[in-house]
């Protein structure tokens, strides 16, 4: 593959050149070093990485991060939503300019420590994080990079799921129910009972709710876009069928009844909210619930003194924690990891369990009961009837 040869020039000092022909290009590549020992070791090197599979041609690295993304993100099959987290990601960072064979991890650690200066949170900081490193694991792959120099990067440090979840009591869902107006109080319903996403809910259609089998197919969700709405499959393709209580499908029944009554299955669940014709979005279902929270005189929600009307800012507890609240009842009435995920559309079960986990009993908690009932058994009064005879 490669040689290594003496270049004599009068007046100095020998040197030798480290020759390589690239397998992929063609094109013959040479580095000189004063020892023939250091050529040998490089030559070495270059041939060991093309074995592997790792070499990287040295014109490959002058490429900066920038201008690599620019071509890659045209490839990929983006949603909106995601490509803006990516160009988000990818404009707050310090390195863009950078060529990519100079990217080393102490930029990396630069920059995840000046985001943290910041202010902005460590959910935050995880996603532009990931989405950064989604770039360089591709530059990677292209033999681009020889390694990934995000690799072992250490993150803020975030809440524990069971510190940092908000669950709402029963007592809240009621008072969100009684307090929701007529048109919007099927979409807490539904968020609250068949665990859907705010998105989810929002693209429902009448038809989607099959009365007879008690049932709620997910199939699409809304995502507010530039100049309107995209309407898409579920998040990580999460299409599911959900069942649904007999409460819960007649206030339904009521609702299309009343705001959405017609013959067309297609027509949207919850239009009502929305423009004529077209589903809510975001925007909507959000001024919707604050509305709700305040109206509900949930802790937190913090109406406007002047108007009443629900103010910008925390309402105590948001739409997606009705979600929760959802997922603690099935794990509450003893489902386990699989049918929790699929009544919620999580990819994995392991998605699940990183979620919820602190929410299933522990091994002790179980073992408690099942001896607590077993002290019951022995411990119960005999009846007379049962007591043996005494011997005469």
């Given at each position: ?29 040479s580095k000189t070093f004063d020892r023939k020992l250091a050529a040998q070791r490089f030559l070495a090197t270059v041939e060991t990485s093309v074995l592997a599979g ?339």
């Open positions: 593959m490669g040689a290594v040869s003496r270049r004599n020039e009068p007046g100095r000092p020998a040197r030798w050149i480290a020759r390589w022909i690239e397998e992929d290009t063609g094109v013959r590549r790792d070499y990287v041609s040295p014109e490959a690295g002058r490429t900066s991060l920038r201008t690599y993304y620019d071509d890659w993100s045209k490839r990929q099959l983006w949603v909106h939503g995601s490509r803006v987290n990516m160009d988000t990601s990818m404009k707050s960072t310090t390195f863009a300019d950078l060529p990519l064979g100079q990217l080393r991890r102490s930029h990396i650690e630069a920059w995840i420590k000046q985001l943290d200066a910041n202010g902005l949170g460590a959910g935050t900081i995880k996603t532009r994080f990931v989405c950064v490193r989604s770039v360089i694991r591709a530059a990677v792959r292209d033999r681009i990079l020889a390694r990934d120099p995000a690799e072992g990067v250490v993150l803020p440090r975030r809440r524990r799921n069971d510190a940092a979840m908000t669950l709402p009591t029963t007592e809240q869902v009621a008072a969100l129910l009684a307090g929701a107006d007529p048109r919007f109080r099927g979409f807490v319903a539904v968020c609250a009972f068949a665990g859907l996403r705010l998105g989810e809910a929002l693209g429902l259609q009448v038809g989607d709710v099959d009365f007879l089998r008690r049932q709620i197919k997910v199939q699409r969700q809304v995502q507010k876009v530039p100049g309107g709405v995209e309407i898409r499959l579920p998040k990580y393709a999460s299409e599911r069928t959900v069942a649904l209580p007999k409460d819960v499908l007649e206030l339904l029944a009521e609702h299309v009844r009343v705001h959405c009554p017609g013959d067309d299955p297609e027509r949207w669940l919850f239009g009502a909210l929305g423009k004529a014709g077209g589903p809510p979005d975001q925007n909507v279902a959000t001024y919707r619930w604050r509305e709700t929270c305040a109206a509900a005189l949930v802790p937190g929600a913090k109406p406007d003194p002047k108007t009443g009307k629900p103010a910008r800012g925390g309402t105590g507890i948001t739409a997606h924690d009705l979600r929760h609240f959802f997922a603690s009842a099935l794990i509450s009435a003893g489902l386990d990891v699989v049918a929790v995920q699929r009544a919620l559309g999580h990819a994995t079960a392991s998605t699940t369990l990183n979620i919820y986990a602190h929410l299933w009993p522990t091994a002790e908690d179980r073992t408690r009961a099942a001896v607590s009932g077993l002290f019951d058994q022995v411990l119960k009064p005999v009846s007379p009837q049962a007591a043996p005879a005494q011997a005469l």
